[in-house]
């Protein structure tokens, strides 16, 4: 190719073919050469990005200082930054800002010194760090929590013996009233220690082989009478399920703890829905998602209609006396009881909440593999999932990390994607003209319109334009109110990497 030397073909090949983000640029901190992998992390395409200065990839705080840092180095040759690398954080389009690390060299041409930054998004690993953080605060709670209930019931069980004896030798009336009081004191401590242990898996389980929808149907005769008129109650059990390892007793204690905590969530009525499935984690994905290690599960659904939880109150969730409802005389550790029961019955728990549109629980518990795994209509742990076609896909989801994951798992199925952070921000990108195949969008985003709202505004303006909804909620609940109808599929949260790439093929080519 005449006025290309073999140099710059080999820099390009490299430019396109690194996974990280590749930025040049001159001493000015215009960017001149960009990769579309640094297009993709901060949202730009790569025409608006080149002759544009670095300082548009930067929150506001340190764009303000990296010019004078730049000046620093080329009058002092001052490395603070230059061979060593560390981490920053990146300012996307969309106004989001995320860890990454950064890499810069630099080399002189011709013209003076070019710079040339190697940018990788530790979204991911922070997002894992965090979720182990919290893990491990849990696990430190629970051994604190279960040596001071240890210590708590030795000191019980000396009170409780003393007043039977002091009951026993003849007390009078007045004394008996004041025993029997005591008694009940230490009985409602001993009730309260014996949940904190349950916290800290050290309660004493009976697991037995059970049914979880049998189990499930137990519960609910006795909670639809203790709820109330105005709560409707929904379940969805299939003909068949895998047995679990479980005590029945603890089983329907937390049914009832979630039970009573999405009715406190509905003041004024609402629904509430249970649900169970076998489910299967057979990729990193979704293994990702739940933090559960592959294998077969039964998974319990428990969502509500109610207020829903805000950040913090879904960070601290299962913390032990941790409550929002203390006016009321929350207690804080139903849910956590909740998490313990799970947890030492060797299964997970998960929440999706949305404040103003409610809360889902997932309860997973290990399958018993003898049971319905074995039934010709289960999918293999490692189904192959299907590939695209290049194809564009336009990723809405309004939670950057939720987005994020989104858009690597449609990556990897060999579609090219675009992001938007809301319903509003999606239908605009559409109007101004952007080429998509395919809109993946979350059903609960802020603005003005929900997924169902987006769906119908692509199907109406862009007839061309496919569409998948996917909620973290377990089914309708919320998603009725919302303006959906029933036939409109939604991909529900977690799901397999192989359901994604079969309902995308699907929408893609319907004779498949």
Known sequence: MPGISQNDLLFDAILEAAVDAIIVADESGMMMRVNRAASRMFGYGVDSMLGQSVNMLMPDAIAERHDGFMRHHIETGEKRIIGLGRDVEGLRKDGTVFPLHLSVGRTTVDEGSLFVGILHDLS???????????????DAIGQLTGGIAHDFNNLLTVIIGNLELLEMRGADDRQLRLIRDSLESAEMGAELTSRLLVFAKKGNLKPIRSDLRALCEDTLSI???TIGEIYTIKTEFPETVSDVLIDPVQLQSALINLALNARDAMPGGG???????DVVIDDTYMAQETDIEPGNYVRLFVSDDGNGM????????????????????????GLAMVYGFVRQSGGHITLYSEPGHGTSFGLYFPAVEDTAWSTASTLPLKEPPLKGAGQTILVVEDNPKVRRLSVERIRDLGFET??????DAALNMLREGARVDVVFSDLVMPGALNGYDLAERVEKDFPGIRVLLTSGYASDVVTGRMGGTADRYVLHKPYRQAELARRLQALLDPTS
Do not use: M, Y
């Not at 760090?129 to 849990?138: D, H, N, P, V, Y």
């Not at 629904?271 to 499935?277: G, N, Q, R, T, Y």
């Open 124 to 138: 991911e690993r922070r997002a894992a760090q965090e979720t182990l953080a919290r893990s491990q605060r849990l």
């Open 223 to 225: 909670l639809q009478r």
């Open 271 to 277: 629904e509430l829905l249970i649900s169970v499935a």
């Open 310 to 333: 805000d950040i913090e109150a879904q960070r601290r969730a299962f913390e032990p006396f941790f409550t929002t409802k203390s006016d009321s005389g929350g207690t804080g550790l």
């Open 418 to 423: 675009l992001e938007a952070n809301s319903g």
